[in-house]
């Protein structure tokens, strides 16, 4: 059994497997770019806007391919695009964050 918060809300939006493979990639770059805070407050923030940001990224999915893959553009999209799915992102950001053993200093 996975984190429970986590779990719960990707059964929620009923994200197919593959759909929870990118959430699991996407945020395991967020995490060795270090900004996973501030993309969770970014995501929180703007969350009324996450269709409108689904819509962006379909139509800015040309140029995007040139540095993500464009499988993994397409298949954001269409988590933004279900209701809950920022939800979704949200809670694998934190599962990542806290799975993350401290760095001491």
Same mark, same amino acid.
């Given at each position: 059994m996975g984190n429970v918060t986590g779990d719960k809300v990707l059964e929620r939006n009923d994200l197919d497997a593959a759909q929870r493979e990118v959430l699991s990639r996407f945020a395991q770059r967020i995490e060795q770019l270090g900004i996973t805070a501030p993309a969770i407050l970014f995501l929180e923030t703007y969350k009324p806007l996450a269709?409108?940001? !689904?819509?962006? *990224?379909?139509?800015?999915?040309?140029?995007? &391919? =040139?540095?993500?893959?464009?499988?993994?553009? $397409?298949?954001? !999209?269409?988590? *933004?695009?279900?209701?809950?799915?920022?939800? &979704? =992102?949200?809670?694998?950001?934190?599962?990542? $964050?806290?799975?993350?053993?401290a760095r001491r200093a």
């Open positions: 269709f409108l940001g !689904a819509q962006f *990224l379909w139509f800015a999915q040309p140029f995007l &391919s =040139l540095g993500f893959s464009a499988t993994d553009v $397409r298949e954001i !999209a269409h988590i *933004l695009e279900v209701p809950g799915g920022v939800e &979704s =992102l949200i809670a694998r950001l934190e599962t990542t $964050r806290t799975a993350k053993p």
